[in-house]
């Protein structure tokens, strides 16, 4: 596609609950990020994967946060136990690394994640 | 730890008002400088890298620059479609890392 897309747009779920969030980047890039942006602060960082592996996943705030990229492409966030606290604005982003060395990254619109 | 402070939080300004934005950063080594701009209920939009200080990069009304320690976005004669947050990050040479660090934005409304 044009740009990078993720579903759902929305996601209302209750405490306690597992979830997953679904993350298709540009054609032909090769790195994906994930982000977390919270109500009047800027995004931050969760995981980068550079193909198929995550390169980085300092960012991950403790184990019930798991991300997967199986074929080097699409990638799901998977979030156990779902906690109040988790409520965000989940972002993927994604990069070419042969765009230089700054490797913009391009965004998507983002899942909104509400835990009741 | 990297650091990124923007100021001021939020803006108000007039159409045709220019003003700047400003984006105060520590890094260890900074690999590049970015700017994005962000719509309610968007993702962020990339504006520019800048890589070295004394680096300039502009795209109609909007102009950033970059020293040492900060950069600024200057935005002239602006119009009420440039209302949006707009956000600044780093990208720190370290390792294998390409994460953004972020700020929390400047809040810029312009009035017609």
């Known amino acids: 596609g044009a740009g990078v897309s993720q579903t759902p747009s929305n996601k209302v779920t209750e405490k306690g609950k597992y ?4 993350c298709d980047p540009i054609s032909g890039h090769t790195a994906l990020y994930w982000y977390r942006q919270s109500l009047g602060q800027g995004p931050e960082f969760l995981i980068y994967f550079q193909g ?27 979030i156990q136990r779902t906690e109040r606290g988790d409520s965000a604005v989940y972002l993927c982003a994604s990069s070419s ?7 913009e990254q391009f965004f998507g619109p983002g899942t909104r994640l509400t835990v009741l | 730890e990297d650091q990124v402070t923007q100021s001021p939080e939020a803006l108000r300004l007039q159409e045709g008002e220019s ?12 690999r590049g400088l970015f700017w994005y701009r962000q719509d309610p ?4 939009e990339f504006l520019f890298t800048l890589y070295s200080a ?12 970059l020293t040492k320690k900060e950069s600024f976005l200057h935005i002239t004669a602006p119009k009420p479609e440039d209302s949006a947050t707009y956000l600044c990050a780093v990208q720190a040479v370290r390792g294998s890392a390409r994460q953004l660090t972020f700020g929390s934005g ?7």
């Open chain 1, 19 to 22: 979830v997953e969030l679904r």
């Open chain 1, 52 to 78: 198929t592996g995550a390169a980085d996943d300092s960012g991950l705030p403790n184990d019930r946060f798991f991300a997967v990229r199986p074929e080097g492409s699409v990638s799901t966030l998977k």
């Open chain 1, 97 to 103: 690394i042969l765009a230089g060395v700054g490797n």
């Open chain 2, 19 to 30: 003003s700047s934005l400003n984006c105060s950063y520590t890094v260890s080594g900074l």
């Open chain 2, 41 to 44: 209920g968007k993702g962020p």
């Open chain 2, 54 to 65: 004394g680096e300039e990069k502009e795209k109609e009304r909007l102009k950033a620059t």
């Open chain 2, 106 to 112: 400047t809040q810029l409304t312009v009035l017609p």
